[in-house]
Structure formats: structure tokens, C-alpha cells
């Protein structure tokens, strides 16, 4: 299902600009969330502080990229990573999309290659496709010096993980996104639980997929037998 | 003592499931909680943010499980986790069962084997039943596919640890009750206490119970009588 | 100087209880704060959620430690922390004492012996007495089953610590102090910066205590020349 | 661009105070903010609860250091951060200085020698004139017993980093300026982030900077030539 219509997406903007911050995904002025509805995409201006944001600092562009609004302060541009949201809109019919620097997501992208992976761990299944026994896997892009840059590089890992609904850019952070607001809050609340997960179980020697057991149904023998782990250090 | 009466057990909910998601417990729409109060069961439903419930969108159902009021939005359906819960409050008269996410409840399922075992920490004492210098033994069930195919593992386990108020599910979380929510909360928050105390001693390379020392003026005899560590990694 | 006469010392309780459960140290319903003032001592009752105490819940007592004014719930008891409180009130004509379950303050008594040490941190500054190459020095007492049973072994470590402002209890948390809930807060804060710097510090391999510099003046050389570790592990 | 004139500046010292120390910045009465503006700084008392500071509590002095408003109460200290503050609204024409004593900012310098180092984070583009493949380095210069004694060897430290909108003290934190408060907060949060990033890459053994891969589509030339780890451990 969808969410409901949202009565005021730049209000709602402003909403969870504050709590992301909070939750460490926006610091420093990076980071931020986009939001589509009916043709209309919601954007944060780009450098600023996303806690402190007024619904009158936000642009509205059509699905063509072309600003239909300005904010009040003239000397504001768009935000950066533009590109990078609206390939998420016009690749997946995404409804909203955020972007984290959540240092987990960050430091994941420095355990793994070229992509994350997990499997059996319970949040898995918060993924839209994915239940408990699948493997969940993330691609990871190199960084570049100017955010827009990321944009083929972004636009290909779409195409080549059709079933990921996130996009993790190597010593930067993470692009989520879901069908509408409310899936794509859900997925980066999973997607950050799992990145999470994974360095601290990085941090304990323990690996991120569990060892191979002789009896999948009934899952007595909780006896490690083979547990190469999951990552091969970059 | 049972705490008091409560008002309005919907109103709780909606103010705990806050409380709980900045704790880290109930994020990516998973984990939860359910009151029992005068042979009512309220109850949040699947899969909805637990920061943004209303007290509309809770069911009310009958101690058999029938539901006797349906939250206002059509779509919903009840918590996967209503087996679990109705486990707590028939084997157990609980008052109030939480379901929690939390990364440490997780993470302990990857260091411990059949069940999470403690001793002589001073939280142990928050727990029901429990001196400080008793064992805490919390039992570890695997996590399947589905919620709901938990429950009669769960129940297996809540017959096998008569002295233990909470399962920790494998690679998933935990449920924790008590009498009623006080107790519940109270139960809910000890345990998670003890669970990232017993991550941080296996981060720092201590043992979860004590050493005997020789000479120990403070310690009783009661003290354990081997170092051998706690946890036998899965 | 002495922090001026607080208004409303129970008003001033429930407010830091809130604050406290908040930084993780009164959870489960262990921890809190007593305050004193002009021969009377406002206490909380044992067992209570500290975040959600109101000013009806405290006890008022003399300095006989006689109760003067009993909460509304008649079913409350004092805390079981009220002789341990009144060590510090009576040893050390303290204005509040602070009790924490703070986990890093639990996790260093796992680290050390028979006290905490460390030197050479800025936040030593903030313990009255005491400058920045001063060592500072916590004793570190024996837990017991029953809370009561550590009034005496913390009269002890005051006695034989006498420039200690706190007392830490092995596998439990910490006692802290000051002539006023200023103070006492402050020196709260400083102790926790310290026990959490001395955890992460372990963690990273590195001493608490830094390598003796030839010259101490101009502090240029910084390469460490013997870094014996400040923590034997208990 | 600088940030709008502020209407309040002591009013946003208070609310600023109050957002670092909830993030950790400004515990135990330590750290704070000064905001200059027309020629006037505001500036908080010594030793004054961060958190609890009311506009009436700072003091206004003039860009020689002469007070032209003192806070009501009258047993109040400028705040001995003074001459750092100064430092940096001198020799860099800052608008605004944060001090911290933020755990990841005290343990980088137990990590590093002369001086912090990193390069190729996202986060680094949030410092001024740094992109993403630049060199960070922020100086580290020796703690002292009293405060005022840095602000020599902080004056040398800005002389020596031109580069460097922060300045590390060892074993105690770091000052971080901007031209305006904005900045300054915006640069704060980044190298916090970059602090607590590189105890993390520390805990997990991975290198600040990258090693060169042969074979690496996103990466230009620029990557870093060889993988020896940024930290010389003191």
C-alpha cells in the first residue's frame, strides 16, 4: 500500500530534517531527504543546516528537474545531490529518498568491496522483497570530488542491483529510498540497523551470515560449523 | 505490588512506543508493545512506525485473541508478534510484553549459545526473582521466516526457564514481560542494560562472571567458583 | 562559592531524574539523587521509574536520617541507597550525592583493581581539588547483595580516600558528591567523561596514564618512552 | 557568504549551549561558544553548567578584551577559554569559536602525533577550502595546567596550519572557528564526525586513508599513493 497523501511535504521536510539530525544522518549540513508527489519533488537547499530548515527554505522542481519554486533567501542553491534523488524517482518511481552520512553507513563501506552483504538478521525483512533467509546485498560506488558526479556511477548500480533499494557510496554515506515517505524512512531505519550491525559484529569477530547448518527447519544445532566471513577487507 | 490501574492503556502505548523508538528499540517499524488490562488486550499493529502510532490506530482484542476494536485506517492488520505477546500473558499472567530490536538484545545472540547467562551484576537485581549473586539465564530460540512460527518455540522456552521473564530470538531481538507495564519496563530495561554490559565485556576481553579471589573482604562465598567464560561463541 | 538556595529541591529531583535517565544513568529504576538542604534530605522512594517520579513520590527526612514527610503512595519505601547517601552527607558534609549505573562507570571496575587512576586529562579539572597533572584516584569497593550491607566499606574507601569526591561499587556503578547539587552534577559529569574516556581508551589500546616526557615545560616531545598501562585487569 | 546578521547573539549562545550538550560537546561545565558581532563578544562565564545558562549569565566585551556588560550574578569569571576564543577572532577574523571536549576530539589526540590527519571522507568537504581528495590536518598541541597557557602555542598552531579552521589540545579537545556561527557549527559537526570516524577506523584496523587499488573505475589519479596507516600512536 501506499502512504496516505501527504497534506504539507515541506512541513513534513522540516519534521524529519530534525529528527534525522538527530539520529546522526545529517551533520555538518550534509545529508537530507527529497519527497515527490503528484509531479512535484520537495527539496532542502543545499549547505545548510538540516535541523534548522523552514518549509520557506525548501525549492519545489517539476519531475523535469525544472525549479517551479525559489526559496525566500536568494543566495540558496539546490542542493547537490539533485541528481542523485532524481535518479532514484525516474529508476525506481521512488516517492521519497534520503541521504544519510550516518557514520555506520559510512564505515560499512570500508569492510566490504563491492558491496554489502548480510543475511539472517531480522531487520532484513523491514527490506521491501526481501524476507529472513535472503541474502541482502547494497552495491557501493567510489566517492568523487563533486557529488553530481555519482550520478552514472549511481544510475548503474540501479540497473545492475535491481532488487536493492539503497545505493552506498564508498567514504561518504548511503541514497535510500522507498515507494513513498513512509517505506523509505522504514528502509534507511533498516538499512542504518544493518550497517550498524555489521561493524559492530565486525568489532566482535563474529560474522555477518551464520555458519551453515545441517537442518534448516528446525535450526537446533546452533553449532558453528564453517563460518568464512562475509567480508573481505578493502 | 501491581502498579496502579491505567487510565488509558492506549494513550501509554502511543507515549512507551516514543520512549522506546529514541532508545533504539523499536525502529525500522519492528519491536512494540502490548498492555493486558481487565481481559482486554491493546495492541499495535504491523508494521507502522511505532514513533508516529495513534491512539486510533491500536486494536483492542479479548484474552482468546478476538479483536474487539479495529484501529480507524481499514488496511491495517494486527502485530505479527499477537502469538507472542498472548505466550507472555497466558503462561505467564503477564500484565504487558515488549518486543525490542535493540542492537545489544541482538547482538548477544551471536556470543552465547542455547542461552545468555549472568552474574553478579547489580542490574541482575531489577529482575524479578533475582539476587545479585544468582545467575540470569535468558533462553536463545532461532528465529524463523515468519513471526508467528516463533510461538511455539517461545512457549517451549518460557516452560524450560521458569525463572526467566524474558527469550531472546536468535539473530532478532527479545520479548521481556512482567506483571504489569511498570514491571515490563522495568524488566525490559535491566535486560538490555545486561545485554550491552555483556557486549562491552566481550569488546574488552572480560569475563561476564567474576573470577574467585583469594583474598576478597567484601565478596561472600557465594562468589563463582570458576573464570571460565561465560560464552562460547556460535 | 556555594550554588544558591534551591527553591524547590524536590522540583529540582524530578527534573535531573528526568535528565539522568536520558544520559543512561538511573535505568530500571537504579540510580537518583539525594539533595540536602538547610537540615533537611529530599529522597526518592526505591524501586520507582526515576524518569517519571513526581514530587509527591519523595520522602523528606532530618539528618537522623527520621522521615518528616512520607510520599502520597502509601505502599513506597525509602531507597535502599539512604545510608550510602548518608555517608557522604555526614563523612563529607556533602549538599547531594548522585548514584549512577552509568555502564561505563560499571565497566571500569572491571578494568581495575583497587581504584580507578588516571592523569592527565582535562576533565580532572573539574573535580574539585584536583589540576590537570594531579592523578586521580577512585576508590573501587566490593558489591554486595543487599545495597544496605555497603554502607560501611564506603565509609571506609571516604576515610581512606580522603580526596576522593566518589566511590565506585564493583560491578554495580558509582557514588558521587559535592557541597551542592552544582557540584555534585559537575563532578557527575567529569567522573562518567573520565570512566567513558578510560573504557574507549582500553579499547584502543592505549594507556590511561601518558609516557613520561623529559621535559614537562615545553611538552615538545610527545613520542612516549615506556607506557606501563595504568590498568592491571581484575 | 556570511549568515544573516543575528538579532540575539546571547539568546542563540543559550540555545547552542544547550544542542552541544546534549550532543556530549559541553559536559562537566567544559567547552562552550563565543559569537562575535559589531565589534562586540559574547562570552560565557567559567565554570557554569553549559546546559542551564540564561542570557542574562553572559558577559559582552569589546575586540580588546575589555567587559562592557557583566552577567547579573556578581561572583560570576569571564570564562577562561578567553584568550583561545580570541586567538582565533584575531588571526583568522572569526565570527564565532566552539570549544569541545567531546570524547572522539580528546582520544584523536591519543591517536595521533603533531597532528590529526585524514583524507578522501565526504566530510571533509565541509571544512572551507578542503574537497574530498585534500589532506585534512588539524594541529595537536600540548595540554597545559592552566587554560590561558595555550593560547601561545594555539596562536603558533593557527600560524603554522593556515589551512586549519580547528585546533586539537592533547588530552582535552579542540577549538574549531568559523566566519560566522554557522560556519562554525558547520565545521564542527564535521570534524567531530572526522574525529569520531577515525576512533572508529582505529577500532575496526582499517587505515584513514585509502590504499591505491590497480583496478578502479571511480577513483581518479588522485588517490592516496601508498597505504600507510595516518597514525602514529603516541
Known amino acids: 500500500m501506499r502512504a496516505p497523501q501527504i497534506a504539507n511535504p515541506a512541513s513534513l521536510i522540516v519534521e524529519l530534517c530534525q529528527q534525522f539530525y538527530a539520529q546522526g544522518w545529517v551533520s555538518g549540513t550534509g545529508g537530507g531527504i527529497s519527497i515527490r508527489q503528484d509531479g512535484r519533488v520537495y527539496l532542502a537547499p543545499s549547505g545548510v543546516q538540516k535541523e534548522r530548515i523552514a518549509e520557506s527554505d525548501l525549492y519545489v522542481l517539476d519531475e523535469a528537474g525544472t525549479i517551479l519554486e525559489h526559496p525566500q533567501q536568494p543566495e540558496l542553491r539546490p542542493s547537490a545531490c539533485q541528481p542523485l534523488f532524481y535518479n532514484a524517482f525516474r529508476l525506481r518511481d521512488a516517492g521519497a529518498v534520503i541521504h544519510s552520512h550516518a557514520l555506520p553507513a559510512m564505515l560499512v563501506t570500508l569492510l566490504y568491496g563491492e558491496a554489502f552483504e548480510c543475511t539472517q538478521l531480522e531487520m532484513i525483512k523491514g527490506i521491501e522483497g526481501h524476507g529472513y533467509y535472503d541474502k541482502l546485498v547494497v552495491p557501493i560506488i567510489e566517492n568523487t570530488a563533486h557529488e553530481c558526479d555519482l550520478a552514472d556511477s549511481m544510475a548503474k548500480a540501479i540497473a545492475d542491483y535491481p532488487s536493492s533499494h539503497a ?27 544493518l550497517f550498524d550491525a555489521a561493524v559492530q559484529m565486525a568489532r ?19 553449532a558453528a560449523s564453517s563460518a568464512t566471513t562475509a567480508h573481505g577487507r578493502v
Open 167 to 193: 545505493v552506498l557510496v564508498r567514504r561518504h554515506g548511503v541514497y535510500i529510498w522507498g515507494r513513498d515517505w513512509v517505506q523509505a524512512k522504514t528502509h534507511a531505519e533498516c538499512y542504518h540497523y
Open 204 to 222: 566482535l569477530g563474529v560474522a555477518t551470515a551464520p555458519a551453515r547448518r545441517s537442518t534448516d527447519a528446525g535450526l537446533t544445532s546452533a
